[in-house]
């Protein structure tokens, strides 16, 4: 694994700035609020389960006994849940300055969520797509806003039917979560299109990925991976390629404090097959930059959820 390259050593100090976490209880959501923390941001835990979210505040904590953080509860299987969690975020913090769309799901059979939608879709995109826009006049009213989505290689696997959104005669496992990361992105470019058009230049939407990451859905992704991470004696193997989540979560802490980074960028690790290694600029399917498709998306999207955006001051 490469050790060269870019490191939270180069991160800027965040003293004074507010970030919302999504999913921030574990894996890489954790490690990203851990390294915010030591960067001085007030990080806001958006998370579904309070009590692993309390937990993880205390591990952070002991580690790092001046950090700013603060729990909030967010379901984003549940709309109504997102609802509130973005009033109470809104109401405490009239500026937002970073979100995070990180939170996900990888279901191991076909579920919905409390509104009808396919689980990895509903949460991992249409969840997030509400949350953003109920959020985004806090985002407008930061100096330099940004909302990062941590979407995954899988993204590249994506297929979109508008026709069987609920996945009714074509779920998998990995198909659905493909879909969902693959929106996922196609999101990202398409609020950074929207952003630019309405004559914004922050906040700005840029996206992250973090590879091969030892964390709860790779684990869960599968039985040969299952097999990977779980065999005593692969343990060399898994540390050739695969990031514990401290190097798992650098892309998403680049994308969400490198101040040079732009609207519109995509980071993922260095490494070979963007496995391991420090984050850099990589290249999304070309299919996430389809107008056509964003557009289409984001119009669902809004039928979908009821929020819609606010672009003006």
């Known amino acids: 694994m490469a050790k060269n390259g870019w490191s939270p050593a180069q991160a800027p100090r965040m003293d004074g700035r507010t970030v919302v976490v999504t999913g921030s209880n574990t894996g890489i959501g954790l490690e990203t609020t851990r390294h915010l923390a030591r960067l001085g ?5 958006a998370c579904r389960n309070v009590d692993a979210a309390a937990t993880a505040r205390a591990d952070i904590l002991a580690g790092v006994p001046d950090a700013r953080l603060d729990v909030v509860q967010l379901d984003l299987g549940d709309l ?7 009033d109470e975020i809104g109401t405490s913090h009239p500026v937002v300055d970073v979100l995070i769309n990180n939170a996900g799901v990888m279901a191991g059979r076909r579920e919905l969520t409390a509104d009808g939608f396919e689980m990895d879709f509903g949460t991992s995109f249409l969840g997030h797509f509400a949350l953003t826009g109920l959020l985004l006049e806090r985002l407008l009213s930061a100096e330099s806003g940004r909302v990062v989505t941590v979407g995954s290689s899988a993204h590249r696997a994506g297929v979109l039917d ?3 959104l609920t996945m009714d005669h074509s779920f998998s496992t990995s198909r659905a979560y493909a879909r969902a990361k693959f929106s996922q992105l196609v999101f990202a470019v398409e609020l950074q299109r929207r952003l630019s058009a309405s004559g914004h230049t922050a906040p700005i939407s840029v996206a992250a990925h973090p590879g091969a990451t030892h964390s709860g859905v790779m684990r869960d992704s599968g039985r040969l991976l299952h097999w ?4 005593p004696t692969l343990h060399w193997l898994r540390r050739s390629f695969i990031m514990e989540g401290p190097e798992g ?3 998403s802490l680049r994308a969400a404090t490198d101040p040079d980074v732009i609207g519109g960028q995509y980071f993922g690790p260095s490494g070979p097959g963007q496995f391991s290694g420090p984050p850099v600029l990589v290249v999304p399917s070309p299919r996430v930059l389809d107008g056509k498709l964003g ?6 999207a809004e039928e979908l959820t009821g929020v819609t955006y606010a672009f003006s001051r």
């Open 162 to 164: 508008f026709d069987d």
């Open 295 to 300: 557009n289409r998306l984001w119009d669902t």
């Open 228 to 231: 990977l991470f779980t065999t």
């Open 80 to 86: 109504a849940s997102v609802r509130k969690a973005a």
């Open 249 to 251: 979560a650098l892309p």
């Open 41 to 45: 941001a007030h990080v806001l835990m």
